[in-house]
């Protein structure tokens, strides 16, 4: 069984940066994309950052130029810097990593933006 953990979230300052990690249990060499979700209260979830193999990042609109996804295939992890954070960022965020058989997801990180 496929485990992600994932961690990094918190409550941070209107401006203010927060790095989430999502870790696999097993390699992600193979896995053919992988990305971060969020959903608020009331809301459905929504595609943050999506980073496939071998090609270059999506971004929700709503995040261009403020989050970066990036991967580290040697500590079979993922990765979302989120800088110049705003509160409409307050969410859960979730980790999805895909291989050609199964979806996986994170339990999710409480992202909190508040002064």
């Known amino acids: 069984q496929v485990q992600l953990v994932e961690s990094g979230g918190g409550l941070v300052q209107p401006g203010g940066s927060l790095t989430l990690s999502c870790v696999a249990s097993?390699?992600?060499?193979?896995?053919?994309?992988m990305g971060w979700y969020r959903q608020a209260p009331g809301n459905q979830r929504e595609l943050v950052a999506l980073?496939?193999?071998?090609?270059?990042?999506n971004y929700a609109d709503s995040v261009k130029g403020r989050f970066t996804i990036s991967r580290d295939n040697a500590k079979n992890a993922v990765y979302l810097q989120m800088n110049s954070l705003k509160p409409e960022d307050t969410a859960v965020y979730y980790c999805?990593?895909?291989?050609?058989?199964?979806?996986?997801w994170g339990q999710g990180t409480q992202v909190t933006v508040s002064s």
């Open positions: 097993v390699s992600i060499f193979s896995f053919v994309d």
């Open positions: 999805k990593m895909r291989n050609y058989i199964t979806t996986y």
């Open positions: 980073l496939p193999r071998g090609s270059s990042a």
